[in-house]
């Protein structure tokens, strides 16, 4: 018995470690990211044939090529590795495909908020382990063993990529391009692993670009003067959220007691219905801080910020971020000011080893640097303040004492442990809160005109409905990924000088808003700075009484192509949100033939 029994394993393992069984374990699991995303992504039956049957064939071509199947699946590794990434952001997101921004984010992000999200992406991660770990351990074995494939398995692959390449071809032909089509082919949009390797091509291409960006503008003015007194004293602070959605937020409505300090502050206009262009931190900042916008991205390649347009006006300018530095368009902006501080670059090892990383973290500890710069009491004053605010993990970035909506435990990234992040959540906009009231009211001692401007660079998903999406940053952007808070605050003394920019403000504060369009023009306008490079910007001003609300909201999407919300991907979901907030769009019409799913959220919504 115990003989027949070791024979049965011995020709199990045998089997396991089989050439063969290598051979169609790893064509299976490199294929296994095209059959989900024909079930995540809106293509019609010839797209999603056309994704599977292509790659197939060439990934079995690939592994045919040498019986040393062991040693090819590992040099097949790189796709191993996309088809393992994709299938983490999946789970994220619901949809989309390894996007440009994505590769762009693991050059931008450092290593320790990289860890602290892996940290708490265990289910993804386990379920790539357990498929895709097995196929290296066996193909190292293989490999070791110098096993070799009896036959080869080429003509099988070669059928399969000719009926993909036909059906391919077929799906350009019916799904032609053109602005009024719902659907429109093209593999580098809807083939993995070419969609892959296509962003892969593009973000090294940005890269080369931020690169170079310096050189570029190294002659760049913009000519920019105020039409303020000199004499008058003046300090303007912007702040950047990090993460932070309006749904959140108790002066959104929201029913929790979010914001108890600004909610009781004099002179903050709330403006309802506000939205980003863009839900990446490394792509919506730099719109933030430039002229440019998703409909004219291209000027960011070529143009400086706002702060060295304060400076040209005779303003002294500082930055001040609590994020460290990533080689981006944000450290190149930030670098134009007189005094420029990352709070997070002169970290100790040992502050960094810690386990405190509250200390490490917190925005309060920008506060100091604030009082240092109004001490100074000089008559022109920017202050511009990147915070960490609301980034993943939300229980990193409160300090417990300051709790106030529990249990914040467990974090891990499952839907099942929504409750405690939300109130881990809800507590991190808490201590926004905190913030922003603590810089109002050191600008109201300084008692001068003084302003202050907050917004987000982009919102979260958290788990809000059946698609059951987490954090932010998908190809594929959502309603709460995207709607995010825009404050601006004015002392009395600036109130009763610029009385015609406040009135302006409050009757504007109802409109529809993009924060990527708006903020530059609306904080040159409040400390009367104008340029002959931003003379068309004037509309886009919420100081402006002329100011009309976009009949179109854009998004810049993973290409940087200037997109509706729709053309986007948004579900009708969204749209439906969007209206709950009172935010319409002309792209709020019915849905298309290709999103059946929507009608499902729409129908179940929470």
């Known amino acids: 018995m115990t003989q027949s029994h070791n024979n049965k394993l011995t020709t199990f393992f045998r089997r396991l470690l089989s050439p063969r069984f290598l051979y169609f374990y790893a064509v299976f699991s490199l294929a296994v990211p095209n059959v989900a995303l024909c079930f995540t992504e809106r293509m019609p039956f010839m797209a999603c044939l056309a994704n599977v049957l292509l790659p197939l064939g ?122 009024d089509r719902p659907f429109t082919y093209r593999a580098e949009d809807h083939m993995f692993p070419v969609n892959v390797f296509y962003n892969l091509g593009l973000a090294v291409e940005q890269s080369s670009l931020s690169a170079n960006y310096k050189e570029r503008v190294a002659d760049f003015r913009f000519d920019a003067k105020s039409d303020h007194p000199a004499d008058s004293a003046e300090v303007y602070v912007l702040v950047i959220g990090e993460t932070a959605r309006a749904a959140n937020f108790q002066l959104y409505g929201y029913h929790r007691p979010t914001n108890p300090l600004l909610s009781r502050t004099e002179g903050l206009t709330v403006f309802s219905h506000t939205m980003s262009q863009s839900n990446t931190t490394h792509k919506s900042v730099p719109m933030l801080l430039s002229a440019a916008s998703a409909a004219d991205h291209d000027r960011l390649y070529d143009e400086k910020s706002i702060i060295t347009a304060f400076r040209e006006a005779g303003f002294h300018t500082t930055f001040v971020s609590n994020q460290l530095p990533n080689h981006s368009y944000i450290d190149f902006f930030g670098s134009e000011a007189d005094d420029c501080v990352f709070i997070r670059e002169d970290e100790t090892e040992a502050k960094e080893g810690s386990e405190d990383v509250v200390a490490a973290t917190s925005d309060e500890q920008l506060l100091p640097y604030v009082k240092r710069i109004l001490d100074k009491k000089r008559t022109k004053e920017l202050i511009v303040l990147h915070t960490y605010g609301s980034h993943f993990n939300y229980r990193d970035r409160y300090p417990q004492s300051e ?103 409050h009757a504007n504060r109802n409109k529809d808003v993009e924060t990527s369009v708006s903020l530059f023009p609306t904080l040159m306008s409040m400390a009367g700075i104008s340029s002959p490079r931003t003379v068309a910007l004037k509309l886009r001003s919420l100081t402006d009484a002329g100011y009309k609300a976009p009949r179109h909201r854009l998004y810049l999407d993973d290409h940087n192509r200037a997109v509706t919300l729709r053309q986007a991907g948004m579900d009708e979901f969204d749209f439906e949100k969007m209206k709950e907030w009172g935010m319409e769009d002309d792209g709020c019409r019915p849905l298309c033939k290709y999103c059946p799913k929507s009608k499902n959220l729409l129908q179940n919504k929470n």
Request: hydrophobic content about 50%; glycine content about 6%; proline content about 4%.
């Open 58 to 179: 060439v990934y079995g071509g690939l592994m045919a090529l040498s019986r040393k199947t062991g040693c090819q699946v590992w040099r097949v590794f790189l796709l191993i590795f996309f088809a393992a990434f994709q299938l983490v952001l999946i789970y994220l997101y619901g949809r989309g495909v390894i996007a440009v921004d994505m590769f762009l984010n693991l050059v931008t992000s450092n290593p320790g908020e990289m860890l602290e999200l892996l940290d708490n992406l265990v289910p993804a991660v386990a379920g790539v382990v357990v498929l895709y770990v097995p196929l290296l351990i066996l193909a190292s074995f293989s490999w070791a063993r110098h096993l070799k494939a009896e036959a080869a398995f080429c003509r099988a692959a070669l059928w399969c990529m000719a009926a993909g390449a036909v059906v391919a071809g077929l799906s350009y032909v019916m799904y032609p391009k053109g602005e």
């Open 403 to 505: 709790a106030r909506f529990l249990p914040d435990t467990p974090t891990e990234a499952k839907a099942k442990n929504r409750r405690s992040l939300i109130n881990a959540y809800d507590n991190t906009i808490l201590q926004t809160d905190r913030l922003l009231a603590s810089v109002i009211g050191m600008l109201r001692d300084r008692g001068c005109a003084a302003a202050m401007i907050y917004t987000s660079d982009h919102g979260e998903n958290i788990f809000d409905d059946q698609r059951l999406r987490f954090l932010h940053a998908s190809p594929v952007p959502s309603a709460y990924d995207l709607n995010v808070p825009f404050l601006v605050w004015t002392s009395e003394q600036y109130s009763r000088d610029y009385s015609a920019i406040t009135a302006a403000l």
